[in-house]
């Protein structure tokens, strides 16, 4: 077995890729900086840097395009007087951009794209240098004389000669593969240093001529016939002469000139293993079988929960027996490991929420410039953990978020001065955990969204009747934005248009098991609150019953249960509510209207701004719940998120509370009785629970 | 597909060990490489100047692959610490043909060799044999020296 050079180059090119993302991430970043102090040397030393590992990796992978081009636009960097420091900051931007298409192209294998821009953008930086005078002169002339030494050198040979040293001429011819002839001439002084005193070179020393032969006049008491191949250097020379010009203390006499060739390198007998090097920490590992492993905990949680009552039974069955102290101390230390190993898995899905923040000052950069807005970002929580999935999914939302509080958030600076804010409108990005979800909120401070616009629209769009509208609260008003039909299609500009709308936001969110909320402050701005799970597959639930059958919630989501009778309860409006202490509490009925002295459960939930009572008929406990997602042709409705199976092999399944919130708000009143009351029934259930005379009267 | 003879300590037989210093992540990877092909083992690495200092006090390596240009502290002046501390240590300077100046500078500040990106892994070993002198030796049997 042996190790081939190619063995892992699939595996290499797509680390590359992936290092590479992130050098024009620091890219884009230093642009950033160099935009706000333009011509600044340590941010211009520092792209060049960038750009210069680019280059290398590039090349070395064999994208010959993209390093080239690194190169081009590197030796511009490389000059210095940049007039305008705002052109080259737009140049690191264009460069960016260009790096990124190519880098594309190369993953895909499909065409690389044209790289014009970039390639016109660094000739107008480099003429621009030309235009200011040379700081020195590029390079000298060729000069590839035979050697004509100085008074001073042949001073010198004299002098080694009557110390009792030879003095040898050798002349020395570089490798033509040797691409850096200055360092390989130094190259070969350093190697001869050892062996004597060098007393004159040509070209000189220091000189950065880029000749090929060089010419060394060499004093040594080393013997002859050894010098000249212990100066060949493997890659750097080709052939090294050697002529004895003094011999020491003696009369001078010609020795013949020597030639020492490289020797062609003869391909090598690999038949020896190379050692196995430990190399890299970091695994590049397939989300699937992460995934994979993820599935294969929760089915361990079922199996424990599946043991923990065969347990239960059999300490029923036999309470004294004493296997079951051993039982009850294996199972302890079974789920603690199970869970361990649960977080340990969940941690390795985790990122840091940074690697999506991090996009956004260039992407505000952009869109302010383009609305000719002053906008300034900021971000905190950067170094909060979410699951890679959720990052993902929240990508393309979060980044319209963004983008419509550039473009509509923030007033021009005119209007900001005028309604006595500072001229340049700020964006804030944040990150947090609460409880057991992840929060992501954009804020700006900008006119906030006027809530008698958004009437107007809704009217205008028929989301809602002038009747149903003058009804709603504000909070409700508010929660419009996210209906589809919303935005029209006049206001799809080039920047926030791209027709995604707030309902897609809200629709992205809803399928991660998440919400989106707005707080609105009028004429000082919004924040858009995206509120996710920590992870799609485990949740701690509640579970209950509503019409004998089991359902369960996310346990996070109950802020508090109360027992009522059904007599507690009162309708304002066509809404069920109960008086919980000093506050009102609107009900969302799941099953049917029970007899008056019925006594039921309503599970307080916290949904944002909002608390709504569900009505369940009983608790049954609380559980991990495992999430198995169920797809779209199994479940109609919209209200189940997915279902667990229990250790029993009980089904039960999880509301999706947010969009059952939403179907609550969206209800209109003179529905909102029927609507309500039944919404996990059947068809045929609610029907005939219409025959039922509920309270009200209402059918 | 290069295959090399291993590279073995001539004092031991033990593979040459080596630090690759380079700020970046997919160059030092792919130095590391191509020293598993030559039969060595990656000691060390560091991404700038200074970790690669306190990196060769703490494994000793047989050789240095440095690059030249990184954040915090440059190559040639890590190069010029490290082997005024350890006159014996042999770096190589990787870099492109650009930074000629630099490597200039490096070698007349002790560096042993150098090598232009993108390496060639047949370069690199020529220069690692050469730079390795007596101290190294090439293994031709199946085995050898592990």
């Given at each position: 077995?042996?190790?081939?050079?190619?063995?892992?180059?699939?595996?290499?090119?797509?680390?590359?890729?992936?290092?590479?993302?992130?050098?024009?991430?620091?890219?884009?970043?230093?642009?950033?900086?160099?935009?706000?102090?333009?011509?600044?040397?340590?941010?211009?030393?520092?792209?060049?840097?960038?750009?210069?590992?680019?280059?290398?990796?590039?090349?070395?992978?064999?994208?010959?395009?993209?390093?080239?081009?690194?190169?081009?636009?590197?030796?511009?960097?490389?000059?210095?007087?940049?007039?305008?420091?705002?052109?080259?900051?737009?140049?690191?931007?264009?460069?960016?951009?260009?790096?990124?298409?190519?880098?594309?192209?190369?993953?895909?294998?499909?065409?690389?794209?044209?790289?014009?821009?970039?390639?016109?953008?660094?000739?107008?930086?480099a003429r621009e240098q030309k235009s200011l005078p040379p700081k020195r002169a590029r390079k000298k002339a060729k000069?590839?004389?035979?050697?004509?030494?100085?008074?001073?050198?042949?001073?010198?040979?004299?002098?080694?000669?009557?110390?009792?040293?030879?003095?040898?001429?050798?002349?020395?011819?570089?490798?033509?593969?040797?691409?850096?002839?200055?360092?390989?001439?130094?190259?070969?002084?350093?190697?001869?240093?050892?062996?004597?005193?060098?007393?004159?070179?040509?070209?000189?020393?220091?000189?950065?001529?880029?000749?090929?032969?060089?010419?060394?006049?060499?004093?040594?008491d080393q013997p002859v016939g050894q010098l000249a191949t212990r100066f060949h250097i493997p890659t750097i020379t080709?052939?090294?002469?050697?002529?004895?010009?003094?011999?020491?203390?003696?009369?001078?006499?010609?020795?013949?000139?020597?030639?020492?060739?490289?020797?062609?390198?003869?391909?090598?007998?690999?038949?020896?293993?190379?050692?196995?090097?430990?190399?890299?920490?970091?695994?590049?590992?397939?989300?699937?079988?992460?995934?994979?492993?993820?599935?294969?905990?929760?089915?361990?949680?079922?199996?424990?929960?599946?043991?923990?009552?065969?347990?239960?039974?059999?300490?029923?069955?036999?309470?004294?027996?004493?296997?079951?102290?051993?039982?009850?101390?294996?199972?302890?230390?079974?789920?603690?490991?199970?869970?361990?190993?649960?977080?340990?898995?969940?941690?390795?899905?985790?990122?840091?929420?940074?690697?999506?923040?991090?996009?956004?000052?260039?992407?505000?950069?952009?869109?302010?410039?383009?609305?000719?807005?002053?906008?300034?970002?900021?971000?905190?929580?950067?170094?909060?953990?979410?699951?890679?999935?959720?990052?993902?999914?929240?990508?393309?939302?979060?980044?319209?978020?963004?983008?419509?509080?550039?473009?509509?958030?923030?007033?021009?600076?005119?209007?900001?001065?005028?309604?006595?804010?500072?001229?340049?409108?700020?964006?804030?990005?944040?990150?947090?955990?609460?409880?057991?979800?992840?929060?992501?909120?954009?804020?700006?401070?900008?006119?906030?969204?006027?809530?008698?616009?958004?009437?107007?629209?809704?009217?205008?769009?028929?989301?809602?009747?002038?009747?149903?509208?003058?009804?709603?609260?504000?909070?409700?008003?508010?929660?419009?934005?996210?209906?589809?039909?919303?935005?029209?299609?006049?206001?799809?500009?080039?920047?926030?248009?791209?027709?995604?709308?707030?309902?897609?936001?809200?629709?992205?969110?809803?399928?991660?098991?998440?919400?989106?909320?707005?707080?609105?402050?009028?004429?000082?701005?919004?924040?858009?609150?995206?509120?996710?799970?920590?992870?799609?597959?485990?949740?701690?639930?509640?579970?209950?019953?509503?019409?004998?059958?089991?359902?369960?919630?996310?346990?996070?989501?109950?802020?508090?249960?109360?027992?009522?009778?059904?007599?507690?309860?009162?309708?304002?409006?066509?809404?069920?509510?109960?008086?919980?202490?000093?506050?009102?509490?609107?009900?969302?009925?799941?099953?049917?209207?029970?007899?008056?002295?019925?006594?039921?459960?309503?599970?307080?939930?916290?949904?944002?701004?909002?608390?709504?009572?569900?009505?369940?008929?009983?608790?049954?406990?609380?559980?991990?719940?495992?999430?198995?997602?169920?797809?779209?042709?199994?479940?109609?409705?919209?209200?189940?998120?997915?279902?667990?199976?229990?250790?029993?092999?009980?089904?039960?399944?999880?509301?999706?509370?947010?969009?059952?919130?939403e179907r609550f708000a969206k209800a209109r009143p003179q529905e909102a009785g029927a609507m309500t009351s039944g919404?996990?029934?059947?068809?045929?259930?609610?029907?005939?629970?219409?025959?039922?005379?509920?309270?009200?009267?209402?059918? | 597909?290069?295959?090399?003879?291993?590279?073995?300590?001539?004092?031991?037989?033990?593979?040459?060990?080596?630090?690759?210093?380079?700020?970046?992540?997919?160059?030092?990877?792919?130095?590391?490489?191509?020293?598993?092909?030559?039969?060595?083992?990656?000691?060390?690495?560091?991404?700038?100047?200074?970790?690669?200092?306190?990196?060769?006090?703490?494994?000793?390596?047989?050789?240095?692959?440095?690059?030249?240009?990184?954040?915090?502290?440059?190559?040639?002046?890590?190069?010029?610490?490290?082997?005024?501390?350890?006159?014996?240590?042999?770096?190589?300077?990787?870099?492109?043909?650009?930074?000629?100046?630099?490597?200039?500078?490096?070698?007349?500040?002790?560096?042993?060799?150098?090598?232009?990106?993108?390496?060639?892994?047949?370069?690199?070993?020529?220069?690692?044999?050469?730079?390795?002198?007596?101290?190294?030796?090439?293994?031709?049997?199946?085995?050898?020296?592990?």
């Amino acid at each position: 077995m042996s190790h081939s050079y190619d063995d892992r180059a699939g595996e290499l090119r797509e680390f590359f890729f992936d290092t590479a993302q992130e050098l024009l991430q620091q890219l884009s970043d230093e642009g950033l900086k160099l935009e706000k102090q333009p011509g600044d040397a340590e941010t211009v030393r520092s792209i060049r840097r960038i750009v210069h590992t680019l280059k290398g990796d590039a090349a070395a992978c064999g994208c010959r395009e993209l390093s080239e081009l690194a190169h081009e636009f590197e030796d511009v960097l490389a000059g210095e007087g940049f007039s305008a420091g705002t052109s080259l900051a737009e140049a690191v931007f264009t460069a960016t951009d260009v790096f990124a298409a190519l880098l594309k192209a190369y993953r895909r294998k499909s065409k690389l794209p044209s790289v014009e821009p970039l390639r016109k953008l660094v000739q107008a930086l480099a003429r621009e240098q030309k235009s200011l005078p040379p700081k020195r002169a590029r390079k000298k002339a060729k000069t590839s004389l035979p050697a004509t030494w100085s008074e001073y050198e042949k001073l010198a040979m004299q002098q080694a000669a009557q110390q009792g040293r030879n003095v040898y001429h050798f002349t020395v011819r570089l490798d033509p593969h040797c691409a850096m002839p200055i360092a390989g001439r130094q190259l070969v002084l350093n190697a001869m240093a050892p062996l004597g005193e060098v007393l004159g070179t040509r070209p000189e020393t220091g000189s950065t001529d880029a000749a090929r032969k060089m010419e060394v006049l060499f004093a040594s008491d080393q013997p002859v016939g050894q010098l000249a191949t212990r100066f060949h250097i493997p890659t750097i020379t080709s052939e090294v002469q050697q002529e004895l010009l003094l011999e020491a203390a003696k009369p001078s006499r010609k020795e013949p000139a020597k030639a020492v060739e490289t020797p062609a390198m003869e391909p090598l007998e690999a038949s020896a293993p190379a050692v196995p090097v430990p190399s890299e920490n970091i695994l590049r590992v397939d989300a699937e079988r992460i995934d994979n492993v993820l599935n294969l905990v929760g089915e361990l949680i079922i199996g424990k929960s599946m043991l923990q009552q065969a347990m239960n039974e059999f300490s029923r069955r036999f309470p004294k027996d004493p296997a079951r102290a051993r039982f009850a101390d294996a199972m302890a230390f079974q789920s603690r490991v199970l869970s361990d190993l649960q977080r340990s898995v969940m941690k390795v899905r985790m990122v840091p929420v940074e690697q999506l923040f991090r996009r956004f000052p260039r992407l505000v950069r952009d869109v302010a410039k383009h609305c000719d807005k002053q906008v300034e970002l900021t971000l905190s929580g950067q170094d909060t953990d979410l699951d890679k999935s959720l990052l993902d999914a929240i990508t393309e939302p979060l980044t319209h978020l963004v983008r419509n509080a550039v473009s509509h958030g923030i007033e021009s600076a005119a209007e900001r001065e005028k309604a006595g804010k500072p001229a340049h409108g700020t964006i804030h990005l944040k990150a947090y955990h609460q409880g057991n979800q992840v929060v992501v909120e954009v804020s700006d401070d900008g006119h906030g969204v006027d809530v008698r616009k958004v009437r107007e629209r809704a009217l205008q769009n028929q989301l809602v009747s002038a009747e149903e509208a003058s009804g709603m609260s504000e909070a409700d008003l508010l929660s419009l934005v996210f209906r589809p039909g919303f935005s029209t299609a006049e206001e799809i500009t080039e920047i926030s248009g791209r027709g995604v709308g707030l309902d897609v936001v809200q629709s992205v969110l809803q399928r991660m098991k998440g919400s989106v909320e707005l707080e609105n402050h009028p004429g000082r701005g919004t924040t858009f609150r995206l509120k996710l799970p920590l992870t799609l597959a485990i949740i701690k639930a509640l579970l209950f019953r509503v019409e004998h059958k089991l359902y369960a919630i996310p346990l996070n989501a109950v802020a508090e249960i109360a027992r009522a009778r059904q007599s507690d309860l009162h309708r304002v409006d066509h809404y069920e509510v109960l008086q919980l202490r000093d506050q009102v509490l609107p009900l969302i009925r799941l099953g049917r209207t029970a007899a008056e002295d019925h006594k039921i459960f309503v599970l307080v939930i916290h949904m944002g701004e909002r608390k709504l009572g569900l009505i369940v008929d009983s608790l049954e406990g609380e559980e991990e719940l495992v999430i198995k997602a169920l797809d779209d042709q199994a479940v109609a409705t919209d209200l189940i998120s997915g279902a667990s199976i229990l250790g029993d092999g009980r089904v039960v399944l999880i509301l999706h509370l947010p969009a059952l919130v939403e179907r609550f708000a969206k209800a209109r009143p003179q529905e909102a009785g029927a609507m309500t009351s039944g919404l996990l029934l059947s068809h045929a259930e609610r029907h005939s629970a219409g025959a039922i005379p509920a309270v009200g009267g209402q059918a | 597909m290069e295959q090399f003879a291993p590279v073995k300590r001539s004092k031991d037989g033990q593979p040459v060990r080596y630090l690759v210093v380079d700020d970046s992540v997919f160059a030092r990877k792919n130095l590391a490489r191509m020293i598993e092909t030559f039969g060595g083992q990656l000691a060390g690495e560091a991404g700038d100047g200074m970790t690669a200092i306190t990196e060769y006090e703490r494994t000793r390596p047989d050789i240095v692959l440095m690059d030249i240009t990184m954040p915090q502290m440059e190559g040639i002046e890590a190069a010029e610490k490290i082997v005024q501390q350890h006159p014996e240590a042999r770096i190589v300077m990787v870099s492109s043909v650009g930074y000629q100046e630099n490597i200039v500078a490096a070698l007349q500040r002790g560096a042993r060799h150098f090598v232009q990106k993108p390496v060639k892994p047949e370069v690199l070993y020529e220069v690692i044999k050469y730079v390795l002198g007596e101290e190294g030796s090439v293994a031709n049997a199946a085995g050898a020296g592990v």
